[in-house]
């Protein structure tokens, strides 16, 4: 029996004779690589399409976060101005100078508000004031739309007039790399 089925000593061998032997000296082929056909390559490019899409809505998603953020520290700001009327101002939206957003206000050396009179006003809007190593007279901040605000008054004490006013509107370096 031990010629039909291959057996040794500790059991059945895999190596079963078969009737086909190749010839000494020959090489086995390499098995063929199949190129992807027209399905495949549809396929994926659908996939990374989707990918793409995915990116650019998650992208846009965190940059009109970052706008409305924004949006609501200009208009923030904007009520401020009509109670305390400011020299000169400016408003950079996020994305473009830098990631964040930023309004800033000058008052006149003269007839600006004091710096206690501002800081009040801020804090009954919901403003809270911080410890800060700025060298600033009041560090504030507030959240909007999932980011931190934050606005810096710039005076030499709360009696004397204010110079400036910055504030500050954080967005993702994400959302303004893809807009």
Not at 39 to 49: C, K, T
Not at 50 to 70: E, I, K, N, Q
Not at 138 to 144: E, G, K
Request: net charge negative; proline share 9%; charged share 20%.
């Amino acid at each position: 029996m031990s010629h039909t089925v291959p057996v040794s000593d500790s059991g059945f061998v895999d190596e079963a004779h078969t009737g086909h032997q190749r010839p000494q000296g020959r090489a086995p082929r390499p098995a063929r690589r199949r190129r992807p056909g027209p399905v495949g390559a549809g396929f994926a490019v659908i996939v990374l399409a989707m990918l793409a899409f995915g990116a650019w809505a998650w992208s846009g998603r965190m940059h009109a976060d970052d706008v409305a953020a924004f949006e609501s520290l200009a208009h923030e700001i904007d009520e401020l101005d009509h109670s305390m009327t400011p020299l000169g101002h400016s408003e950079i939206p996020p994305c473009r100078d830098a990631p964040e957003g930023t309004v800033t206000r000058s008052y006149p050396a003269s007839t600006g508000p004091q710096a206690a009179e501002l800081v009040g006003y801020l804090e009954q809007n919901g403003w809270v004031r911080q410890r800060s190593n700025l060298p600033v007279f009041a560090h504030l901040t507030r959240p909007a739309e999932g980011h931190l605000l934050t606005i810096d008054v710039l005076a030499p004490s709360d009696t004397s007039l204010v110079g400036s006013l910055s504030a500050r509107s954080p967005a993702s370096s994400l959302g303004c790399l893809l807009r």
